[in-house]
């Protein structure tokens, strides 16, 4: 017995450029907010940076042919803004464009398609230096290094995504300081956000004369906020403001062509006329980025009424302490049908970080892994049998990485990657998605 997908669904891999890349110094790339980031002292777990990250950078055919194993149809990686332009705008370093030319070429050799993603957060640091995006002209910048990008590789690009997490960038990054740039100014988020939204929109213009062919997109994180039980009465409104500043924020200026009502206020001052009639610019798919349920309970301690609430105990976590619950990835999944007039959408991340023991014979047999993605994409079956409009998965991720500020401790991959040799082994979890994949459906127990 098997739960089938429906016909021509998607397959695909999700990675990003610093979390695997490594070749920090190599052929001209430039300072990333990343490499500043990570060598500031007390800011990543073990002082881990991603100077060498999987090295994919020069071991990048065994990972294609990886995917090409897998049974992924599309690929989609994300290209460093430093690694094209070092200084985010001005010279552009032919080297590090030949790179993702050769990333492209070696996918259409092996019968997939480029999904490139053209801001994984490592954002030049010479643009930080000029306030990043808390600058309003990062919209004109942006759109520069898409055109540069567009002109190089855009005839075998499939599909663009603009942004990966937009919200995870303004929100951690200049809000909670847990990300780089590590910046805790409230206002300066916002600003932040607006200024993504807008140079998504930009990007949008200029990639759609440039490659007219090619699909756009953008990821947004998609929450499902919910108050704790026990307080369900008291905290529903809180839950909804939760959503409308990590989904609404990125959501609504897109689809509606406003920020959310309970929100305006306070981006008001960012907006100036025009800025929304270039970010509510037509799109081809929304990618959904979707990993946890998200509790809130009330705060006083920071610009917002809410903070993340430990979930219930009764939830399985995965090792990052993520509540595993399949229930919300399918009801992130009917929020987009609801929010956004039910658009095209691309699962384009969701996986979990678990221990993976390599056993004597060089297994990891994660089966954590395995029945995590079966609850998962079980409740993706239900959304899509409700009505969702969803096309496609891409597991985060291909192989172990960097992942942000908890360095190479949390292992998200379906191939295990030994950071002391850099030898790739396909985890269990690999054998069954390639099965999954094959079948397009999900098998059942
Ligand atoms: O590793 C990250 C990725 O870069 C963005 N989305 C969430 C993943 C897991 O934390």
């Known amino acids: ?183 805790t100014d409230p206002r300066a988020a916002v600003r932040a956000a607006h200024h993504l939204n807008l140079a998504h929109g930009r990007a949008v213009s200029v990639l759609r004369s440039l490659t007219p062919k090619a699909g756009i997109g953008t990821v947004i994180p998609i929450h499902k906020a919910r108050p704790l039980p026990q307080f369900k009465e008291r905290d529903g409104h809180l839950a909804a403001l939760f959503e409308d500043k990590w989904n609404g924020v990125f959501l609504d200026p897109i689809y509606r062509g406003r920020y959310p009502a309970s ?11 025009g800025d929304l009639a270039e970010i509510h610019r037509p799109i081809d798919f929304l990618g959904v980025n979707h990993y946890f349920p998200s509790y809130v309970q009330p705060s006083v301690k920071g610009a917002w009424p809410f903070e993340f609430a430990d979930p219930p105990l009764f939830f399985r976590r995965t090792e990052t302490n993520w509540a595993i619950d399949g229930q919300a990835f399918y009801e992130a999944l009917l929020i987009v049908k609801e929010r956004c007039g039910n658009p095209p959408v691309y699962v384009t991340e969701n996986g979990g970080a678990f221990i993976d023991v390599v056993g004597p014979d060089g297994r990891v047999d994660d089966q954590d892994r395995i029945a995590y993605y079966r609850e998962y994409l079980a409740g993706l079956q239900r959304a899509i049998s409700e009505g969702a409009d969803v096309r496609g998965f891409m597991p985060w991720s291909l192989i172990d990485n960097f992942e942000w500020a908890v360095g190479y401790e949390k292992r998200f991959g379906l191939v295990h990657v030994d950071y002391r040799t850099l030898r790739r082994t396909p985890k269990a979890s690999f054998d069954f998605m390639r099965k999954v994949i094959a079948a397009n459906a999900l098998p059942r127990v």
């Open 263 to 273: 929100l305006e206020a306070r981006f008001s001052e960012h907006v100036r006329d």
């Open 1 to 183: 017995m098997t739960m089938r997908f429906p016909e021509g669904f998607l397959w695909g891999v999700s990675t990003s450029s610093y979390q695997i890349e490594g070749g920090a110094p190599d052929d001209g790339r430039g300072r990333s907010i990343w490499d500043t980031f990570c060598a500031t002292p007390g800011k990543v777990a073990n002082g881990d940076t991603g100077q060498v990250a999987c090295d994919h950078y020069h071991r990048y055919r065994e990972d294609l042919d990886l995917l090409r194993d897998l049974g992924a149809k599309v690929y989609r990686f994300s290209v460093m803004w430093p690694r094209v332009i070092p200084d985010g705008g001005g010279m552009v370093n032919p080297k590090g464009l030949d790179f993702y030319d050769r990333i492209v070429d070696g996918l259409l050799e092996r019968g997939m398609r480029a999904w490139p993603c053209l801001y994984h957060w490592d954002l030049p640091q010479t643009l930080q230096d000029r306030g990043g995006w808390a600058n309003r002209d990062i919209a004109g910048w942006f759109a520069e290094y898409a055109a540069v990008v567009a002109r190089r590789i855009g005839d075998r690009v499939e599909n663009w995504v603009t942004f990966n997490e937009p919200s995870v960038s303004a929100w951690v990054g200049y809000e909670e300081g847990r990300h780089a740039p590590g910046l």
